[in-house]
Every structure is written in C-alpha cells, then in structure tokens.
Nanobody
Framework: QLQLVESGGGLVQPGGSLTLSCTAS????????VAWFRQVPGMEREGVAC????????RYSGSVNGRFTIFRDDTGTKVYLQMNNLTPEDSGVYYC??????????????????WGQGTQVTVSS
C-alpha cells in the first residue's frame, strides 16, 4: 500500500489562501493519478481536485473551480493543492489519495485505495 502524508492545513480567514502538500513515501506520483478530497462531518468525501497519471488532465469540482489548483513538483514526490479566496464552505478535512483509476472515475473516492491521514482546514474569521 502506498503511503501518503498531508500537511499545510490550518486556520485561515475568509478570502485567504493555503497550500496543502501531499508527500509520497516509497513511490512516485508520476505513476499514479492523484486527487484531493474534502470531508465535513456527516457527509461523504467530496472530490475537489484530481489529476491524471500524465498530469495532463486536471478536474475540479464546481465549488472550487477557478480558486484551487492541483499540481505536482518535478521530483514526483509531492503533490500540492493551492487554495485561494477561501470561504467558510471550504472548511473540512482534506485528504490526498493516489491510485490508477479510470479517467472517468478520477475524482471519485471509489477509485482510490491509498489515502493519507488528512489535514484540517478551517476558514473562519
């Protein structure tokens, strides 16, 4: 099983920015699709951003499109989620996941068996 570790969460004011990191242990993201999911209490995990194995296909949920950006570094060991213009509705636990899902399922939690432990993001004044 792949090991992933998220970091970068915290408390931020509305309108602020955060960058989450997901670090790979023992593998390279170049060989896997990667996605970021958000979960709030009582709700299922929602895919907010996902990226194909090649990195050429990126998708975003409607609520974050234009504000969030998923990208990976040149080493292949880190994937980031840049989050701008944050709102309280962006609050939740953010998880990164890596696997080889089909492209249509790239942003679906069901397509991933490898998950990090999550990092809390709280947007509040």
């Amino acid at each position: 099983q792949l090991q992933l570790v998220e970091s970068g969460g915290g408390l931020v004011q509305p309108g602020g920015s955060l960058t989450l990191s997901c670090t790979a242990s023992g593998f390279f993201f170049d060989n896997y699709a990667v996605a970021w999911f958000r979960q709030v209490p009582g709700m299922e995990r929602e895919g907010v951003a996902c990226m194909s194995v090649s990195g050429n296909i990126k998708r975003y949920s409607g609520s974050v499109n234009g504000r969030f950006t998923i990208f990976r570094d040149d080493t292949g060991t880190k994937v980031y989620l840049q989050m701008n213009n944050l709102t309280p509705e962006d609050s939740g636990v953010y998880y990164c996941a890596a696997d080889i899902p089909s492209v249509p399922a790239m942003c679906d939690a069901s397509g991933y068996d490898n998950w990090g432990q999550g990092t809390q993001v709280t947007v509040s004044s």
